[in-house]
């Protein structure tokens, strides 16, 4: 494979991997609290509806737009989409935003699930909801990832197997652990994940301008795939910036009682 088939897996494998493991922590916790059979027919049925919208959605960019303004829109969206992850990332390492805790997460959910009451019959329907939702919101972004990146990229079958690698794996090691996917420094990979999607996003949205050229041809970057690498610095150098800037400064702690404060002249 050439090393453009290999960044287009990485990306998505990384991408798909962060929202499955937030996707399995609630199907567990509904899984272990309630009803496994709800929770796992609430999850095929929310990826059936995903793959009917992934079928919809990868005809209708395909048919309807040219390639320069699925290039425009596609890009457009995906760097909107990496820059609110980057934001978030950049924010939990200032300081100024509380990590992302998948234990907390788990225990917030099996709350939720007790406080819902015991299950009746052999159909639980809160179990099969929330499970439904979860997979659902999760999988929309997997979806649109997996588009996003191999419409561009021309390459649908290599972008479905980066996400069909996360699942597995995910799944693997849930069903190993039986417990929530802590161990893994989720905000890490999103941190990482934001700078994908930026750079790839910038680097489609860029091409798509052709567009409003004579003969709606896409814009060729110098260096081509080679500036991905390009933007993925520089895009790594400004979140940095930001993070030296935004970092919450360190409280001094509180002298002890009775100890007196030396006061420098």
């Known amino acids: 494979m050439t090393a453009a088939t290999w960044g287009l ?9 962060v929202e499955m493991v937030e996707a399995t922590t609630i199907v567990m916790a509904m899984g272990f609290t309630r009803s496994w059979r709800s929770s796992l027919l609430g999850t095929g049925a929310a990826l059936v509806v995903l793959a009917l919208v992934a079928s919809f959605a990868g005809y209708a960019l395909t048919t309807w737009l040219p390639e320069s303004a699925l290039q425009l829109v596609i890009g457009s969206l995906l760097l909107i989409f990496g820059l609110q992850w980057l934001r978030k990332a950049i924010l939990r390492s200032a300081g100024r935003k509380s990590t992302h805790d998948e234990d907390q997460i788990y225990l917030d ?5 007790r406080a819902a009451g015991e299950p009746t019959g052999g159909f639980d329907m809160f179990s099969f ?23 561009n990229a021309n390459n649908i079958p290599a972008a479905s197997l980066g996400a069909i690698a996360a699942v597995v794996i995910v ?55 080679l500036m991905i690498l390009v933007l993925l610095a520089a895009w790594l150098l400004l979140s940095r910036i930001f993070i030296a800037v935004l970092r919450k400064p360190v409280a001094a702690a509180p002298a002890a009682a009775g100890v007196p404060v030396e006061v420098k002249k």
């Open 171 to 225: 799944l693997g090691i849930a069903i190993a652990l039986r417990r929530p996917l802590s161990m893994i420094n989720e905000n890490l990979l999103k941190y990482g994940v934001g700078l994908l999607l930026a750079s790839f996003g910038t680097y489609w949205a860029v091409e798509g301008i052709g567009i409003f050229r004579d003969g709606r041809e896409s814009l060729n970057w110098p260096g081509h795939d």
């Open 9 to 17: 897996l990485v990306a998505t494998f990384v991408a798909c991997f």
């Open 129 to 151: 909801i929330v499970s439904f939702k979860g997979v659902f919101l999760e999988g929309m972004e997997v979806v649109f990832i997996v588009l996003t990146f191999g419409l």
């Open 109 to 113: 959910e099996v709350e939720a699930a």
